[in-house]
């Protein structure tokens, strides 16, 4: 029966835990190169993915992600570590398409199966006209310091003409 339950408790959590991928489209995996060999089950790997930022076009964000192999990786039910390395760039014309605050969340995935979940967030450094992108992981008890941030200097492209300013698109 204490086994049973276990199984139908952990089930439920899985669905109450809703979306691995919130706040932007589902990120883009780029490739996985294997780091730890397992015998019998998935390898521990580093996985690269991209995003667009979705309130601004012409960036997008690379980030790198540790992703645990075995028996529990398989399963899905491994936390993850919260290594995540982060590196965002203009690729093109920027522009805004809906107003943001400070720290609003461009992607928040889960780390584990209800405790830990990895967000990216979203500033304005209003001096110098440059957004400025923040990883970090957090846990339901306990948070993490481990962080990574990436900054993108908003620059005209093309014969774009003026850069549109970020303070202009900051929530008051």
Known sequence: MNRRLTI????????AAGPAFAAGDEPDLIFRKSTVFKLLTPNDKLA???IDDPEVEGVACHYTVPERGGIAGALGVAEE????????RQYG??????????????LRERRSLIFKKMQIVRGCD????????????????????????????????GAQGEAPRCADWLKK
């Open 8 to 15: 139908i408790l952990l089930a439920l959590l899985t669905l």
């Open 48 to 50: 690269t993915y991209a």
């Open 81 to 88: 570590v919260s290594d995540v390395s982060l590196a965002c």
């Open 93 to 106: 014309p920027i522009k805004f398409t809906a107003k943001f605050a400070q720290g609003d969340v461009v």
């Open 126 to 157: 209003v001096k110098r006209n440059v957004l400025v992108y923040m990883v970090y992981s957090d846990r339901l008890i306990e948070g993490s310091p481990k962080n990574s941030t990436s900054s993108v200097p908003i620059m005209p492209w």
